[in-house]
């Protein structure tokens, strides 16, 4: 009888250990993807927003409790974007430097980069990231990220190291 109780509670602490009594956990949340968009300038309340969609202009103004009106624009502003607000109400919108951006889980656009913006790229030092800004000078912008190893310095390890932090933006996309 001693047997029998004591292997009946090793059956239940082995099953409460392996959760079967509770009931299954929900379904993750579908995919949440922020939008950062970075306010600086006089006029404006400095700092990094996120949104849960891509904001218009007005919203980024009111947010950041930015002087007078928004200017009346309803193209909606992308991730990794910087609104520079003057206190005249002008703006100036560009894009977040490269350790901003990588710290925030966002891609460098290879084609607009500065080489202070490449050097953030994990094993790219600051002659490396001038040799990529040279290239693209010199050769046009980069067509594919794989383009890179054209570059001298750049092989497929290095290639494969800094591929997920760096993206290629098409010309029309790009803010400035």
């Known amino acids: 009888m001693v047997i029998l109780l004591l292997g009946a509670a090793l059956l239940l602490l082995w099953a409460w ?9 929900p379904p993750p949340p579908r995919d949440l993807t922020l939008v950062f968009v970075e306010v600086s300038g006089t006029g404006a309340h400095p700092g990094v927003y996120s949104f849960n969609h891509a ?23 992308s991730s990794g974007s910087r609104l520079t607000i003057n206190p005249d109400g002008h703006y100036q919108l560009t894009r977040m430097h490269g350790a901003e951006l990588l710290t925030l889980g966002l891609a460098i656009d290879l084609n607009t980069a500065s080489a202070a913006d490449l050097d953030a790229l994990p094993g790219i030092g600051p002659a490396l ?5 040279d290239y693209r000078q010199k050769h046009g912008p980069f067509k594919k ?32």
């Not at 250990?17 to 956990?25: E, V």
């Not at 919203?59 to 009346?72: C, D, V």
């Not at 290639?159 to 760096?166: A, C, R, S």
């Open 17 to 25: 250990r392996a959760n079967f009594f509770l009931t299954p956990s």
């Open 55 to 77: 904001p218009t202009l007005t919203e980024i103004w009111q947010k950041s409790g930015a002087p007078g009106m928004a200017p009346a624009i309803s193209d909606t502003i």
């Open 129 to 133: 990231a001038q040799r990529i800004v």
């Open 145 to 176: 990220v794989d383009d890179l190893e054209n570059v001298s310095g750049i092989g497929p390890e290095k290639l494969k190291k800094i591929k997920p932090h760096i993206i290629i933006i098409k010309p029309e996309a790009h803010i400035n």
